[in-house]
């Protein structure tokens, strides 16, 4: 019975989460466009015909449409499935660890975010205000919800969390800002996007101060090793 439960849960949160990643393919193609992000209903991104209800299933819709509309047989990236299949693990590996918490949601939602931002990132190079600063209240909300939690400590308080989340973000945009700034005038150009130091104070609310150094600090050494490989 227990190895039956455990199937079931994982094969819920699995679900769950593909179903997210489903939305996130929707907000990361609508927003930078300026639609709605509600409406209208999934469509196809050439003829505009609306899918399906099994057509709209995460990962499965796409495979039984071999990656082509229905109606006028254009090819549908293979970044939805991708997407969805990933948020769908990711979900899981965040819940084999922290189990029924709110970590979990917390991590959940965090991990929701950057994923949306950073494919958006990669579509436009630009990060939208919208989902930065609604990130940041987000990763606050968060804080105020772990420090009500039983399963943390009373050293843990609400406030210090909210404060160690506000902090974060400050820290986020200036010490950003400042290595932004830095850069410009050693490589005399623009080292960083505005974007950047954004993201940073969405991470530190999240985070804090401390943990978003860390983040920051690999980081940059993922970006040396990247742009040392690109040379």
């Known amino acids: 019975m227990e190895i039956i439960f455990n199937s079931l849960v994982t094969a819920i949160v699995f679900v769950f989460g593909s179903a997210i990643g489903s939305f996130l393919n929707v907000v990361i193609y609508r927003l930078p466009a300026g639609l709605s992000v509600i ?85 436009t190079m630009t990060l939208p205000n919208s989902l930065t600063r609604s990130g940041l209240v987000a990763g606050l909300v968060f804080q105020v919800a772990k420090g009500l939690s039983p399963t943390f400590s009373p050293i843990d308080s609400v406030n210090n969390l909210v404060l160690g989340g506000i902090l974060g973000a400050v820290v986020g945009l200036w010490l950003f800002d400042i290595i932004g700034f830095a850069g ?48």
């Not at 109606?71 to 969805?84: F, G, K, N």
């Not at 005399?188 to 920051?216: C, D, E, P, R, S």
């Open 39 to 123: 409406n209208p209903p999934s469509r196809c991104p050439k003829c505009l015909n609306q899918l399906r209800l099994y057509e709209n299933v995460p990962v499965f819709g796409w495979l039984w449409l071999r990656g082509r509309c229905n109606h006028c047989r254009s090819r549908i990236s293979a970044r939805y499935p991708l997407v969805e299949a990933a948020t769908g693990l990711l979900f899981l590996l965040i819940f084999w660890q922290f189990g029924v918490s709110v970590q979990t949601l917390g991590l959940w939602v965090l991990f929701s975010w950057l994923l949306a931002l950073s494919l958006i990132d990669c579509d």
């Open 184 to 231: 410009s005038i050693a490589f005399g150009q623009n080292a960083m996007g505005a974007g950047v130091t954004k993201l940073a104070a969405l991470m530190g609310a999240w985070l804090g101060w401390k943990y978003l150094l860390i983040a920051g600090f690999i980081a940059c050494l993922a970006g040396a090793f990247a742009g040392g490989g690109a040379i």
